[in-house]
């Protein structure tokens, strides 16, 4: 098993790329399961998570060709020669689920894995299931599995989310596309990979209105077609890499990357004393010798603050001078680098969805361990500040989601590697 080792306090200077966003092209893959014509998806990221996709699509029949070494997939389902979502693949990853709308609403059938919990909290899929629901599907849950059907095919219908929920709007939207008439997501999902994916079935033939509001609206088509479709830029990667000069100081230009996919989460790190600057190649963020001052967050769905850049983020105000309190709102358990950070010097009480952590003048390097993969690479920020060194073990939770994050950074002048437990 390989570990990530960073040896503190080296000013950054230079440019880091933006790879093609992994939570927008889990669900772009699915997509394909609509039509019998080749999907063809440029700006792909090189992530373990997208491989895990490509092995599910293929155990369903379809043929994933990786092409440019991997910044091209080619997905291609002719006929779908098996309706089973198996539980070995399923359980290694929750975006599994996106593949039971489309099967749905192309066949009218599909069985399906249920994912069960992860280490995040316990992130349920009823709302998936209740829209399926609402579009006319029968489902039945048995062995752990849910059993869908719809043999007169999807029917349009209004379907009102109680809560937000990225990965049920997906599945909707999908559906949607195929069923008889008009659907109607109230409360739907904003986030800047609701709308690459509607841009995407829009080019595949999709009738789509309103994605990046909170409501949708989708008039079903007969069939859809093949099409090619750049991935959004990451925004996740973008703002997890616009904290590495706020927290180890330097200048970083992010190629590629936009403020308005973070904004909410860009206002927070201007007022953290980060400067922030547009380039014609993207964005470009510095810090000087003064101290980060301390912010208060509080996670939500898009346009709000991501959760998926709020353990990132604290590793940053571990360095504030004041204390700052961190509320997360999405998922029940999100603070598991808390403890991991305060082993490497920071000041963290956690209660409940609630942190607060007071700021501390210095980190100190320390062998830790991550249990997803943000926390994964909040510890390398963290390291990338921390006097000595720092040994993030477990980096398979980096590799889901952070493309040759060690070059990335070491391009920029960290003292990061990858070494493998046995040198170690
Ligand atoms: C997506 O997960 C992302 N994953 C997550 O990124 C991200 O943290 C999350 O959205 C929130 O932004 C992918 O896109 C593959 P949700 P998703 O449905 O779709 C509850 C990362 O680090 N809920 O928006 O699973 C749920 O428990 C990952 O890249 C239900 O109660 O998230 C949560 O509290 C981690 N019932 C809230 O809604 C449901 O049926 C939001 O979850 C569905 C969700």
Redesign the pocket.
């Known amino acids: 098993m390989d570990s990530i080792l960073v040896r503190g306090g080296r000013r950054l200077k230079g440019r880091i790329p933006i790879s093609g966003a992994?939570?927008a092209c889990?669900?772009l893959m699915p997509a394909a399961l609509l039509t019998d014509e080749p999907l063809t998806l440029t700006n792909a990221p090189r992530l373990s998570?997208i491989r895990t996709m490509s092995v599910l699509l293929e155990s369903l029949g379809c043929e994933v060709a990786s092409l440019q070494a991997g910044r091209v997939l080619v997905v291609g389902a002719q006929t779908i020669a098996s309706h089973v979502a198996d539980y070995d693949i399923v359980r290694k990853m929750?975006?599994s689920i996106?593949v039971l709308g489309p099967m749905l609403a192309r066949d009218g059938r599909a069985v399906v894995s249920l994912p069960g919990g992860c280490a995040?909290?316990?992130?349920?899929?009823?709302?998936?299931?209740?829209g399926l629901e609402r579009l006319g599907a029968e489902l039945e849950l048995r062995d752990g599995y849910v059993h869908a059907q719809a043999p007169g095919g999807l029917k349009g219908a209004v379907v009102e989310f109680p809560?937000?929920?990225?990965?049920?709007?997906?599945n909707l939207l999908m559906a949607a596309t195929l069923a008889r008439g008009t659907t109607v997501l109230v409360n739907a999902?904003r986030?800047p990979?609701i709308v690459d994916l509607a841009r995407c079935l829009r080019a595949m033939g999709a009738r789509i209105e309103g994605e990046g509001t909170g409501r949708i609206e989708i008039e079903g088509v007969a069939r859809l077609r093949g099409a090619t479709h750049p991935v959004v830029a990451d925004r996740?990667e973008l703002g997890t890499y616009m904290l590495a000069p706020a927290i180890a100081g330097g200048e970083v230009e992010l190629v590629g990357g936009r403020r308005e996919l973070v904004a909410a989460f860009a206002d927070k790190l201007e007022a953290a004393g980060a400067t922030l600057e547009d380039t014609e190649a993207g964005l470009k963020v510095s810090r000087g010798n003064g101290r980060i001052g301390a912010v208060d967050v509080e996670t939500a769905?898009?346009p709000g603050f991501?959760?998926?850049l709020q353990a990132q983020m604290m590793a940053l105000l571990t360095l504030a001078e004041g204390v700052s309190h961190l509320e997360e709102r999405?998922?029940?358990n999100r603070f598991m680098h808390a403890p991991e950070l305060t082993r490497m010097g920071a000041r963290i009480e956690v209660h409940g969805g609630a942190a607060t952590v007071t700021g501390v003048e210095r980190l100190r390097g320390a062998r830790v361990m991550a249990t997803?993969?943000?926390a994964s690479v909040s510890l390398i920020l963290a390291g990338l500040a921390a006097e000595g060194e720092t040994r993030v073990a477990r980096v398979y939770h980096l590799d889901r989601?952070y493309e040759r994050v060690e070059e990335k950074l070491s391009a920029c002048g960290a003292e990061i590697e990858r070494v493998s437990e046995r040198a170690a």
């Open positions: 992994k939570n889990l669900a998570d929750r975006a996106l995040i909290g316990a992130r349920p899929v009823d709302l998936h299931l209740m809560i937000v929920s990225v990965g049920a709007t997906e999902a986030e990979e996740i769905p898009f991501p959760t998926d999405i998922f029940e997803d993969l943000r989601g």
